[in-house]
């Protein structure tokens, strides 16, 4: 039966989402049950893509995007994938009519990732565009289900909180991209002098979107609204703690919050957020 098949990528989705990422598992699952399955969905496929230009360092990545991205197609197009990450994400696409565009801008940022880039203000804003602002609107398709003025005003403000966390994920990141991958996406900064001076300019950016995309989150559908502020209130919490981290420090040591911290901030959260939204 096609249902097994059905719910059997979805099992891969859920479980491909709590095996990479504890602090996204704990927001997903303060979600109305309504809209758990569409995220994970979401979720599994941004983190395939993910995975292969990140972590499939024996292999041709280039090839292996090409190849995700031809059966991404594909299965937009039939209906049906035996992939089972891709056979979740275009049932949660068709469902919730969420633009194939903003799929492609995903992955052509991920494609973005295998080049040697020396980022200036346009290819940074590209980069970010594609490789989490559209990842927001999937999300918001997904909140605002049918609702296309709510998903219209809400708009600006999930391209903001899909901004500030990845560029938090660059500075927590820093280390890894540098040495490892090779990688450097905030514009005009040379490594071997990033220092306290650049590091305060880019937290102030981050820090204004932060402040913007709160009042977005207070707009969201209650199904939603506790989910993403939990996950905002991680990755503000993830932030602080750079920002008391030195810029050397950060250069030298991947910046991380404990899961037993993560646990304590999720209950703290659900006070705040019953005292300060509701």
Same mark, same amino acid.
């Given at each position: 039966?096609?249902?097994? %098949? ?8 859920? @479980?491909?989402?709590?095996? $990479? ?74 469902? $919730? ?8 801008? %995903? ?17 940074? &804003? ?5 490789? @989490? ?31 500030? %966390? ?32 650049? &590091? ?18 207070? &707009? ?34 991947? *910046? ?21 939204? *509701?």
């Amino acid at each position: 039966m096609k249902k097994l %098949f059905d719910e059997l990528s979805l099992q891969v989705s859920k @479980a491909t989402t709590q095996k $990479y990422s504890t602090s996204f598992s704990l927001g997903i699952l303060a979600l109305d049950t309504s809209v758990r399955s569409a995220i994970y969905s979401i979720y599994g496929f941004v983190r395939l893509a993910d995975e292969v230009v990140d972590s499939f360092h024996d292999y041709n990545k280039a090839d292996l995007l090409a190849q995700l991205t031809t059966q991404t197609q594909q299965a937009l197009n039939d209906g049906i994938s035996l992939n089972p990450i891709l056979q979740s994400f275009q049932q949660t696409v068709s469902r $919730y009519k969420i633009a194939h565009s903003l799929i492609f801008r %995903f992955l052509h940022s991920m494609e973005m990732d295998l080049q040697k880039i020396a980022y200036n203000s346009d290819l940074y &804003k590209e980069y970010i565009l594609g490789s @989490a602002e559209v990842v927001g609107l999937m999300c918001l398709k997904v909140f605002t289900h049918e609702k296309t003025q709510l998903y219209e005003e809400l708009k600006p403000y999930a391209m903001l909180l899909g901004s500030a %966390f990845q560029k938090v994920n660059f500075l927590r990141d820093l280390k890894d991209d540098y040495h490892i991958l090779g990688r450097t996406y905030f514009p005009n900064i040379e490594m071997n002098i990033f220092d306290k001076y650049t &590091k305060a300019q880019i937290e102030q950016e981050i820090a204004g979107e932060f402040e913007k995309a709160l009042i977005g989150i207070k &707009k969201l559908p209650a199904s939603s609204r506790f989910g993403v502020y939990l996950a905002y209130k991680y990755y503000l919490s993830l932030f602080r703690k750079i920002k008391r981290t030195s810029a050397e420090k950060i250069l030298n040591k991947r *910046i991380r919050i404990p899961n037993g911290k993560k646990l304590s901030l999720a209950m703290s959260s659900y006070v705040q957020y019953k005292i300060a939204l *509701i």
